[in-house]
């Protein structure tokens, strides 16, 4: 071949190879440009409720923080009793949201259909159960083992051995926190007394202030001088009951303490925090990375998915605790202690205790 020829050949290679390098990094850009969409609904007492919905949002702003440009997110509220809560994930479906989070079990029936009709949405359920659809991941956690600390905390601090539980809507995911509750203060104080109450039997039970005051002071009027709420946004009444009785409380979900108003948080023991932020954004952090796993998944103790709360103003109050509650924790995760899920198995565990 001529030198001339050699030449442009040569040049020619170069060329290919230029193009191709600025193809490549367009290609890349463009692959990283990509604009995610994630759209949550919240559950019954909406934003705002100092506990499980504002933990949802929690995890939601972690992502838009973490990720930019990368994601654009949407949050919704139902109405008061959340009748269209389905009609709020179609809308976000119907616009292509990529992810969409309903928060809470109240949407196991709505999510199921939806997802049905939406095959190349990706869903994902907080409390809600759905094993069985490729699109949805149900995130699930162990709230008895957090509570079983909670509770083992109340046993330990109560003076008059009468302690208290206002939950919200009465039904099994919310009597796991009660049984847990009960275990870890009988676990550790076989003399102790319990009282229980609910709000009520729908929804509503979680957005009822008025209610949960009234059966927070009727059991500080019993005796009980710790009161540990599994209700929502009920929970603000039990908060102030403890500021009119001086009692302590016990919050849910979030770490009440730092969200509450300063006269209530000087009333709080601790919080039974229930991981609703790191459930949200390691769903939504595997999606973007292209590891989103439909099924379930739990979150409990061994997970860092439920736990209870030591800040700054609770410090000095549970500082001689802790070293048991601790103890306590590591003998759950390595299954020294079952913690009971329902009444009978309660029953069962207290009897044992009580021997």
Avoid: C
Wanted: hydrophobic share 40%; no cysteine.
């Amino acid at each position: 071949m001529s030198k001339r020829g050699l030449r442009l050949v040569a040049l020619t290679i170069v060329v290919m190879i230029a193009a191709t390098l600025w193809i490549l990094p367009g290609s890349g850009v463009q692959a990283q440009a990509k604009k995610y969409r994630v759209g949550l609904v919240y559950d019954v007492g909406g934003r705002g409720d100092l506990s499980f919905n504002d933990m949802a949002y929690a995890g939601l702003a972690r992502a838009q923080k973490q990720f930019g440009a990368r994601i654009e997110t949407r949050d919704l509220e139902p109405t008061a009793g959340g009748e269209n809560r389905e009609e709020l994930l179609r809308l976000l479906a119907g616009e292509k949201f990529d992810l969409i989070f309903g928060i809470g079990f109240l949407f196991t029936d709505s999510v199921t259909r939806v997802s049905k009709d939406f095959r190349n949405v990706k869903f994902g359920i907080i409390d809600g159960f759905i094993p069985d659809q490729p699109n949805v991941a149900s995130l699930l956690f162990k709230e008895h083992e957090g509570s079983f600390l909670v509770g083992a905390a109340a046993g330990l601090k109560t003076k008059t051995n009468r302690v208290g539980f206002v939950g919200g809507m009465k039904i099994p995911l919310i009597e796991r926190f009660e049984a847990g509750f009960i275990a870890g203060a009988t676990h550790v104080n076989p003399r102790v007394q319990v009282f229980s109450e609910y709000a009520g039997t729908t929804g509503e039970a979680f957005r009822d202030p008025v209610k949960g005051k009234e059966l927070a002071l009727a059991e500080y009027d019993r005796g009980a001088d710790i009161i540990y709420h599994a209700s929502g946004g009920t929970g603000i009444g039990v908060f102030e009951a403890a500021v009119v009785k001086k009692r302590m409380a016990i919050g849910v979900d979030a770490d009440q303490s730092l969200t509450v108003k300063p006269d209530q948080r000087r009333q709080i023991l601790t919080s039974m925090m229930k991981r609703v932020d790191v459930a949200v954004f390691q769903t939504i952090s595997g999606m973007i990375n292209g590891k989103y796993k439909a099924g379930v998944e739990t979150f409990g103790l061994k997970e860092n998915g439920v736990g209870y709360a030591v800040n700054e103003f609770n410090r000095s109050r549970i500082r001689d605790i802790v070293p048991r509650l601790e103890a306590l924790k590591r003998d759950i995760i390595a299954g020294k202690i079952k913690v009971p899920e329902d009444k009978k198995q309660l029953a069962e565990f207290v009897k044992k205790v009580k021997r």
